[in-house]
């Protein structure tokens, strides 16, 4: 009996650059399935990683990172002027990320709209769009860092993060912002990567600081006791959410889907007609489409008893659309048929994927807050080693300058007397018992500025660094105390920009 033989693998002919000793153009043999394996999987990696999905930490991708970095960088902050986006988009497309104009100002725009954002984080002047249009074009918009965005990159100078090449290796950016809020549960986002996707709700943002307070605080913290201060997504667009189900599964385990329901109001629109007024609409549903569909519906006869529908939504007074209804037509019949068969109702599913150390992990509540938690730890620690090392320079140096304007004429007379700075350095640092950081300083000031040195002064500064020093020697002892600083912090961004909830909560 025949046996059937194994089919080859495939091979392709790969043409590659010559090797020492080879000739130009050698063609060598490769397996088809393990070169389209490794290549895919290369590329997956490179857009999971540098495009698609948010850090679990700041909350963003490397698109918004870089731009806030820019920003900051060229002091685009909320006191001064605005500037052509177009400006920035150029900005950061050259210096940092170079994958095209379009996927910046995108970007960029929807960081300043407030139908996207629970906290904008760039303040944007011009027309930055709607739930139903686009954006102008970068060369007519102008836009500035907005004051929330201020506590996102603050304190990135002060070695709170960690730096790497950019793409051509001419500049460094941070691969993680310092964010003293978590973003990534406040603004939410949304992505596509190769193989998975990611879609966060954004939340309000004093509760998620209430909840992230508690965690600090109760580390064995359970779900239910999270959910008391963070009950439900809060959307800037505010709606109803109906049910909570879908939501404490999304909480436990990073997957779920709940309902969003219109807020309408009903009463009567003319001296004879009763009408249902929408007021807000869920996420992402913007009017025009709303209005589109009951139109097509009712011409359709799917749903009876509407017989004019208006939009007069403006920037100024929010959504505001009447559906004016016939006589004889009982209101609540037509509304429970609107949220039936028009986005009047929609479903909002979470898919809490974000990068964790790198690598993309499905997140929970409780994960989530821990993931930000660390992160500000690690923060104020090297926030408070690169302080205190400051402090300990600074008093050094001080200590210096008081025992140089002991005598002072004599350092001048040091100073004119020597053939070089070399020379003088090396007899001050005799004489005065300093050392080679302390002189240089010394020779380096301008000896107008030397002369006038108060020592009342210098003993003064040198008291608040030592006192500085202890303080923060004190800190990085204490594990407790860091914690208790970052709940601090924490509670000074609240009172900053923390608003009331937008969604209310239904039942069923």
Partial sequence: MATKKTAAPKKSAKVVGPKPGEFPGKIVDIDVSSEMSESFLEYAYSVIYS?????????????????????????????????????VVGEVMGKLHPHGDSAIYDALVRMAQSFSMQIPLIDGHGNFGSLDAGPAAMRYTEARLASAAMSMVAEADENTVDFGPNYDGQLSEPLVLPAAFPNLLVNG????????????????LGEVIAATKFLIDNPKATLNQLMKHVPAPDFPTGGEIVGLEGVREAYATGKGSFKVRATVEISKVTSRKMGIIIKELPFNIGPEKIVERIADLAKAKKIQGISDIVDLTDG???????????????????????????????????????????????????ELLQVFIDHRIEVVRRRSEFRKAKAEDRLSLVDGLLKAIIDIDKVIKIIRGSDDAAAAKEKLIKDFKLNDEQATYILDMPLRRLTKMSKLELETESKELKAIIAALTTLLKNEDAIRKQVSEELTAVGKSFAVPRRTRIGKE
């Fill in 51 to 87: 495009r698609a999905l948010p850090d679990a930490r700041d909350g963003l991708k490397p698109v918004h990172r870089r731009i806030l970095h820019q920003m900051s960088d060229m002091g685009l902050r909320p006191e001064r002027g605005h500037v052509k986006s177009a400006r």
């Fill in 316 to 366: 100024q007074t929010g959504t505001n659309v009447v559906i004016e209804l016939k006589n004889g037509f009982e209101p609540e019949d037509v509304l429970e048929k609107l949220f039936k068969l028009t986005p009047m109702e929609d479903a909002f599913a979470i898919n809490a994927v974000a990068l964790v150390k790198g690598k993309p992990q499905t997140l929970g509540l409780k």
């Fill in 189 to 204: 986002g949304s992505g596509i990567a190769v193989g998975m996707a990611t879609n966060m709700a954004p939340h309000n």
